[in-house]
Structure formats: C-alpha cells, structure tokens
T-cell receptor, first 112, second 116 residues
Framework: TQLLEQSPQFLSIQEGENLTVYCNSS?????LQWYRQEPGEGPVLLVT?????EVKKLKRLTFQFGDARKDSSLHITAAQPGDTGLYLC????????????FGRGTQLTVWP | EAGVTQFPSHSVIEKGQTVTLRCDPI?????LYWYRRVMGKEIKFLLH????????ESGMPNNRFLAERTGGTYSTLKVQPAELEDSGVYFC??????????????FGPGTRLTVT
C-alpha cells in the first residue's frame, strides 16, 4: 500500500511558467520532506517541514505542510531548465530515526 | 567530506545467482538504511541499522535477503538466490543522531541490479 500519492507524475513546461506538485496521504506524518533526484544519483534533501501549516521558501521554491499534517505541496515560481529533475516527497510517521515513506515522484522537465 | 558510496554501481546477474551490494556510509553516521526502488514503484524501505544492530528489518521482502553491518561501519546486502522481481535500484542512506533526533538521511547513488 502506497502511503504518499504524488501528482502529477509527469510535468513538462516552458521556462518562466509556475508549477505546483502535490503530495497527499490519508495518514498523518510527523514531518514531510522533499527531495530532488538527478539521473544516476541518490535523492538529495531540499527541505523538511515539521509543523502543520508550515511554509518554507528556498529561493523560487515554496513548500507547504498541510494543517492536518497529511499533505504537502511544492510550488516553483518562474521555472528554469536547471529545475529539471525528479521531485520526491517523503515522510516520517513516527521517530525521525526510522524509515522514510516515499511517493513515486514527479518528473519535471522545463524547456528553454 | 565523502558522501555515501555504494558498490557496484551496476550488476547484471542470472536468476539463481548470488549478489552482494556494499554501502559505505558517511564517517561517524550511526544510522544506516537500505531502500529499494522497483521500476514503476516508489522507493521502499528495507531495513535500518543503528551501529551494528538491526533496529528495524520489517521492510525486508523475504529470507533471500541478508544484511550485515559488521563493526558498525560499512554494510552489505546479499541476495541469494536472486529472482527476477529483485531487479531494481538499491539505495543506501546514512544519518547521524543528535539528541535522539535525525532529520536528514544522506543517500548514496544506488546500485542498479538487473536479474535476467
């Protein structure tokens, strides 16, 4: 059973456009994380959100944790070709020393 | 500082053969995790070591998989005998613990295993 549902699975946009990727679950998570993965490499952590309703910004990326801590979103403003990659959401259900549960990912392609 | 390293990067074996994957975590990281991504599915947890002890092995698919972390440093994951459904990318991650909290797991580049 997949705990985290990510949408869309694929996203292909032009440089300069805005986009939002969603990560949803029926389960509560103690924290959610967003990763970016490049071909041939492992996932690299972008951000961790811990508190329900929390919003974090990382340059043109905005991350939000839902009030009920069951969902999260990643918004990219004015996308650039360098943003191309696989974006993964993942979460801890209990202790942050334990396992991560991952979504299937969103493959983003930004065309110049 | 060196990141998490995994060896080999690719392995192609026949059904029924044995394969051993190796992971070297970041120096000083007590926590070591194994994950696997099967094509078309999400990355799934396999097991978690704290130093040399298995903290959680509930994600291991069956007894054909054996993970070890002798001395609490590097870890090996052996698949014996390999089946077709074992094909996928195996990721290793490590993290350190401070005040019983660890948010960031650092991932290695993965080992792509193909069983034919």
């Amino acid at each position: 059973t997949q705990l985290l549902e990510q949408s869309p699975q694929f996203l292909s946009i032009q440089e300069g456009e805005n986009l939002t990727v969603y990560c949803n679950s029926s389960s509560v998570f103690s924290s959610l994380q967003w990763y970016r993965q490049e071909p041939g490499e492992g996932p690299v952590l972008l951000v961790t959100v811990v508190t329900g309703g929390e919003v974090k910004k990382l340059k043109r990326l905005t991350f939000q944790f839902g009030d009920a801590r069951k969902d999260s979103s990643l918004h990219i403003t004015a996308a650039q070709p360098g943003d191309t990659g696989l974006y993964l959401c993942a979460g801890f259900r209990g202790s942050t020393l334990g396992r991560l549960y991952f979504g299937r990912g969103t493959q983003l392609t930004v065309w110049p | 500082e060196a990141g998490v390293t995994q060896f080999p990067s690719h392995s192609v074996i026949e059904k029924g053969q044995t394969v051993t994957l190796r992971c070297d975590p970041i120096s000083g990281h007590d926590n070591l995790y194994w994950y696997r991504r099967v094509m078309g599915k999400e990355i799934k947890f396999l097991l978690h070591f704290v130093k040399e002890s298995k903290q959680d092995e509930s994600g291991m698919p069956n007894n054909r998989f054996l993970a070890e972390r002798t001395g609490g440093t590097y870890s090996t994951l052996k698949v014996q005998p390999a089946e077709l459904e074992d094909s996928g990318v195996y990721f290793c991650a490590s993290s350190q613990t401070r005040d019983r909290v660890s948010y960031e797991q650092y991932f290695g580049p993965g080992t792509r295993l193909t069983v034919t």
